[in-house]
């Protein structure tokens, strides 16, 4: 099955026809009269969707998208209302009351089946998301917080300059908060990726050629920048196919000739508050995958995330002939510290000696805190006298000055290296995960000898390991 569809209309025919039609799609169908009825039944299962007519047997429509929006259980699942000859207030009160869209009977089936599809796909896209923040929320990594919302944009695409004025003219009445911008496709396209994209574009095909005018989705869709914009098509009445097309290549929404600026507005509204709504889930899941990777105290990455990146390191060193750098760093007499002044100021060290490893390391080098007072450092395409040197240097940085203590003690640390060079492997494309697993194993142990050695001539100096990856 393709999903889970729940139909609430008062006429029995209307219900048998939407089933059929749903069914021939693959798709799972329950259906009742009963607007009471379908509250509990999505309270129960809820479903993928809801199609819903405005007037069920036993309560007002606006009420029951009303109360399935206050249920936490049903607030996301998707409402599609589908009714008789509406009045322009009743479409704008069923959009307010939670109604993804509204579609006027009779409905053709390729509409239909291509709104449902888009619907069902934004849908699943948010309930993953959804499931991943909790997941990271399960794990203790708070929700991210609230950043300043900035002013919303909206880019009319493809309007003609005098349509475009027009339009402009028109939502700044109901919409006096968004900025609405008038940029040509080629300049949207050839934007960098830094730059900040509009929240919503509202497309608007030349007549004649709304096909073609379309397909800018796509490249819209594949950018960077503006891959999680929302997107409004506004195309030509009966342009039937061209709105089922438009649907299926990612528009959030289709307007059709001639267009109500209220309800352009509205729509507007509620696609940017989706947006801003899904931004947040996505930063919610994107941090925590990022505290999962990272160390919290010294915002180093952590031993789970530091062996994937080892082994991708090992790989493009073999297909460039260049070996790489392991080097193990330990605190000298680190356990003195937290006896002396209390394991807050052992944190402070670690984290004062986390800064200095990142200033005195590039950006391509590999840095992890490897486990209590011992961080990693590996350094790509390198050889022993650059890995020396820069191992020497990362020495020195530590010494450099001392650590300033809570309560305002200060405390100077040293740490001993033990560097070890992995050479480059021809037979990289043989390699198995268990024999890349060993073979790391075996520089991390080579450096981890060396570490030992250091310690054992004085501390605060580089041990070479003897052996070679």
């Known amino acids: 099955m393709t999903g889970c569809v729940l139909i609430v209309d008062d006429v029995a025919v209307n219900r048998i026809i939407l089933k059929a039609k749903l069914g021939s799609a693959c798709y799972e169908v329950t259906a009742t009269g009963s607007g009471l009825v379908a509250l509990d039944m999505a309270r129960a299962s809820p479903p993928d969707m809801i199609l ?17 929006r206050a249920d ?3 607030a996301r699942v998707p409402i599609l209302v589908l009714s008789g000859p509406a009045t322009r207030a009743q479409r704008l009160a069923a959009l307010q009351a939670g109604a993804e869209d509204v579609l006027l009977r009779p409905v053709e089936e390729l509409t239909l089946l291509a709104r449902i599809r888009n619907l069902l796909r934004v849908a699943q896209t948010d309930s993953e998301l959804t499931r991943q ?11 991210a ?35 609405i ?22 497309l608007v095909p030349e007549q004649g050629a709304v096909s073609a005018g379309l397909r800018v989705l796509l490249d819209l869709s594949a950018r960077r920048a503006t891959r999680h914009s929302m997107f409004l098509a506004v195309l030509p009445r009966g342009a039937e196919a061209e709105a089922a097309m438009a649907l299926d290549l990612g528009a959030h929404g289709v307007l059709h ?36 990777a990272i ?32 080097l193990l760093l330990d605190l000298d007499r680190f356990k003195a510290i937290n006896d002396t002044y209390g394991h807050a100021a052992g944190d402070r060290v670690l984290e004062a000696v986390a800064e200095r490893l990142r200033v005195a390391t590039g950006p391509q080098d590999i840095l992890a805190r490897h486990g209590g007072e011992e961080f990693l450092l590996a350094l790509p395409d390198v050889d022993l006298p650059e890995a020396r040197a820069c191992a020497e240097r990362v020495c020195r940085a530590i010494e450099a000055a001392p650590v300033d203590l809570p309560g305002g003690d200060r405390v100077s640390v040293t740490a001993s290296v033990g560097l070890a060079i992995c050479k480059p492997e021809s037979r990289c494309g043989a390699m198995s995960p268990e024999w890349m697993a060993q073979r790391l194993e075996t520089v991390v142990d080579s450096a981890d000898k060396a570490l030992l050695a250091a310690k054992a001539r004085g501390r605060n100096q580089v041990t070479v390991s003897a052996k070679a990856s």
């Open 181 to 202: 911008d008038t940029p040509g496709t080629a300049e949207v396209l050839g934007a960098s990726d830094s730059a900040p994209a509009p929240d919503l574009f509202v």
């Open 295 to 326: 160390d919290p105290l010294t915002g180093l990455l952590n031993r789970r995330s530091l062996r994937p990146r080892l082994e991708r390191l090992a790989r493009e060193s073999d297909r460039a002939g260049r070996g790489f750098a392991m």
């Open 133 to 143: 923040e909790g997941w990271c929320q399960s794990y203790g990594f708070a929700e």
């Open 72 to 74: 936490p259980v049903t």
């Open 257 to 292: 000739l001639p267009v109500d600026p209220e309800e352009m507005a509205l729509r507007i509204r509620l696609l940017i508050r989706r947006k801003r709504d899904t931004d947040r889930l996505r930063a919610a899941v994107e941090r925590g995958l990022n505290l999962a």
């Open 145 to 179: 917080p609230a950043a300043f919302e900035v002013q919303p944009r909206v880019a009319l695409l493809g309007c003609a300059p005098h349509l475009s004025l027009f339009w402009r003219r028109q939502l700044v009445q109901f919409c006096p908060d968004v900025v």
């Open 52 to 68: 819903m007519d405005l007037a069920p047997a036993d309560m007002d429509g606006l009420d029951l998208c009303r109360a399935l």
